[in-house]
């Protein structure tokens, strides 16, 4: 099973920035980002797959993240701007060592990471 390492979270206020990083230890398919607020389910916030980088967003965060990768370091990065009270979450990266579409969908990854904590206070 791939392991994967985040970092990156922290405190900022609404309007600024934030990148995450999560570090896998082997080949994926697929890696995307979701989140979880308290007393909210977990909920996609971004992909990219690795054969071509193709990326996909949720709604609520088109125009404000932006999912990359290295691939010669097998990390992949989520860069937020423009943040809002409303993303204050735990973030954590996912990866996928299996074909799937289902990109929004956390059953299509099978590696997680620990999570990071995001706060933007208003």
């Known amino acids: 099973q791939v392991q994967l390492v985040e970092s990156g979270g922290g405190l900022v206020q609404a309007g600024g920035s934030l990148r995450l990083s999560c570090t896998a230890s082997?080949?994926?398919?697929?890696m995307a980002w979701f989140r979880q607020a308290p007393g909210k389910e977990r909920e996609f916030v971004a992909a990219i797959r690795w054969i071509d980088g193709s990326t996909y967003y949720a709604d609520s965060v088109k125009g404000r993240f932006a999912i990359s990768k290295d691939s010669a370091k097998n990390t992949v990065y989520l860069q937020m701007d423009s943040l809002k009270p409303e993303d204050t979450a735990v973030y954590y990266c996912?990866?996928?060592?299996?074909?799937?579409?289902?990109?929004?969908?956390?059953?299509?990854?099978?590696?997680w990471g620990q999570g990071t904590q995001v706060t933007v206070s208003s």
């Open positions: 996912a990866a996928a060592t299996f074909l799937s579409y289902l990109y929004t969908n956390s059953g299509s990854y099978d590696g």
């Open positions: 082997g080949r994926t398919f697929t």
